[in-house]
């Protein structure tokens, strides 16, 4: 029988033996799994009742690596009708502290690790309304709560199951509301479009707070009964140990994590492995037949966000670079301006849109609007997206004339890195902050594997140089800056391009990129920023990286 909840799916697990979670310390069957979460669930309950405003939505705040703690908390926020708010780890500062406490949490559920990024914010939530999971007495404190699994009987399709954050354009909070119905839903349809069965070991290295690892993971996991391998955080080299120690067969990523698999060395025994498919975004269509290659696995790329999904159908007999096909006559690009629906795109022989201007716009669903769900609390971002009864996904994309969709880009001032969205206007006040930095812009440039990377241009006075700024211990410095917000190109100049009413020529600057005349510094290694001046051999070197990756397309005509 097909089910409406997570409560419900939750409850069919009852007496499963099949294993249901795994890490390399212990397994856990799925009956298992729901009594842990049902022992939760009554403590969430306890909770809620002395909390001082018993009649409120009940947000608890879940800010952990990817650990059992983080899946029993969702199965206990799915059966006592709460609501899981996943805490970015990577923000930081004001900038964290904001996020948070717009979301009117009455729990956090952390380790020591949580509280100390979490120290001197005013995120709303009292000191004695943490639960410490490495805290001594939390393992009593849960086997106190334990019982008989069991649904509250208010809970419907439409209880909210989850707030998950995005960067919006002003680079102001939002929060994606996900219902137990939807995300019910997504487990159903992604099993069918991603070819999650029972048997399936599905590893989970994208962090639990993304929409990537619940929907595409965990949600269709639960649904057909397979199993949740879990690990703290994504790791390159602990890949390939990871998948054979578990007999891993399904995996989602972002593609940057599997740019960073394929930088390890290869071995003649990669192909040794039990790995069979994977979902994710943005792994080139380079990457997606370089780890067939290497590994046998198949990666299925499409298109989704956390606010909406199933807009796109799956066509793996179409060009690799294709998303798929409209799954719907009202999934359409438009031109923002005048709703028109766009001409097909006309390709050249490498792929690139010779029609541009008239062919790219954004992808809406006219037939989307009542399928949103909205932002928690925000009703300018949820206008934003619904216009004129139609459903706007603030991506750019076109269709070329066999009736492929791909995506182009995106519209609004976020940058799309690693898998997650980093304000660009965020990075932009660090940097304004700085005492010898005259104006700033910050914008997205093509990554040349897969995504995004983060450029500022910087206008600073004559007579000041690049390394008069000391930008790598400025930047070090400032607590709100996330892990992923420093820029990785820094263009310098004593005059940056200006409107007439001396607005920075932003979107000038960004077909530039690091193609520009002006000095650009570049980091390109991990860790803290360390910045070396380009030079033209430099340019070249990382045009010809585009080029072997096949991304020479996302460079346009500059």
């Not at 354009?169 to 479009?193: D, F, H, I, M, P």
């Not at 390890?264 to 067939?292: C, I, K, M, V, Y």
């Not at 005059?495 to 690091?514: D, F, H, V, Y």
Request: aromatic share 8%; net charge negative; proline share 5%.
């Amino acid at each position: 029988m097909r089910r409406e909840t997570i409560a419900d799916l939750l409850l069919d697990r009852l007496g499963d033996d099949h294993p249901g979670l795994r890490t390399r310390e212990r397994t856990w069957t799925w009956d298992e799994v729901v009594r842990e979460s049902a022992a939760r669930a009554a403590l969430a309950r306890a909770l809620r009742v002395s909390d001082s405003y018993p009649e409120g939505p009940f947000h608890i705040g879940v800010l952990l690596d990817n650990t059992p703690e983080y899946i029993f908390w969702l199965g206990a926020a799915a059966l006592s009708g709460a609501t899981i708010v996943g805490i970015n780890s990577t923000r930081r500062g004001a900038y964290l502290e904001q996020e948070v406490r717009h979301t009117d949490l009455r729990l956090v559920v952390t380790d020591e690790a949580g509280l100390k990024l979490l120290d001197g914010l005013d995120i709303g939530v009292p000191r004695d309304r943490f639960l410490l999971v490495d805290a001594d007495d939390y393992a009593e404190t849960v086997a106190a709560h334990a019982c008989q699994p069991v649904r509250d009987p208010e809970i419907t399709p439409k209880t909210r199951m989850l707030l998950l954050f995005t960067s919006g354009t002003t680079g102001a909070s939002k929060a994606a509301v996900c219902s137990q119905g939807r995300l019910t839903g997504l487990g159903y349809a992604n099993c069918e479009k991603y070819d999650v069965r029972r048997h399936d070991v599905s590893y989970c290295c994208m962090p639990l707070f993304h929409g990537n690892a619940l929907m595409a993971l965990w949600a269709p996991s639960l649904t057909a009964g397979a199993t949740v391998v879990l690990v703290p955080k994504f790791s390159a080299s602990g890949f390939l140990p990871d998948v054979r120690f578990h007999g891993v067969t399904f995996f989602t990523y972002v593609g940057k994590a599997i740019a960073y698999i394929l930088a390890q060395p290869e071995r003649s025994d990669d192909a040794d492995n039990t790995l069979d498919h994977a979902f994710g975004t943005e792994a080139s269509p380079e990457d997606q037949a370089e780890f067939l290659r290497r590994f046998g696995c198949r990666l299925i790329e499409s298109y989704g966000s956390s606010e909406g999904a199933g807009m796109i159908k799956l066509a793996p007999e179409g060009p690799a670079s294709a998303l798929g096909r409209p799954a719907r006559p009202g999934v359409r690009v438009v031109d923002p301006e005048t709703r028109e629906t766009c001409p097909r795109a006309v390709l050249d022989a490498h792929g690139r849109v010779t029609n541009a201007e008239e062919a790219i716009g954004e992808i809406v669903d006219v037939d989307g609007a009542a399928r949103f769900e909205g932002y928690y609390k925000n009703e300018a971002a949820d206008a934003e997206r619904v216009r004129h009864g139609w459903y706007w996904t603030g991506d750019l994309g076109y269709i070329d004339e066999d009736g492929y969709i791909y995506f182009a880009g995106r519209s609004g001032d976020w940058i799309r890195v690693d898998g997650e969205n980093i304000s660009a206007l965020l990075t932009e006040r660090v940097l304004r902050r700085h005492p010898l930095i005259v104006a700033a812009a910050v914008f997205g440039v093509p990554d040349p594997r897969s995504g995004d990377q983060v450029m500022a241009a910087l206008e600073i006075p004559e007579g000041t140089s690049f390394e008069d700024l000391g930008l790598p211990e400025f930047l070090a410095a400032q607590e709100d800056l996330g892990t992923k917000g420093a820029p990785r190109h820094v263009r310098v100049s004593h005059a940056l391009p200006a409107t007439g009413s001396n607005k920075l020529r932003k979107k000038e600057m960004q077909m530039e990129g690091w193609r520009t005349g002006d000095a650009v510094y570049r980091w390109a290694g991990r860790g803290a920023p360390e910045y070396t001046l380009m030079t033209g051999q430099d340019k070249a070197a990382l045009r010809e990286e585009f080029a072997a990756n096949g991304r020479l397309r996302f460079l346009g005509q500059a």
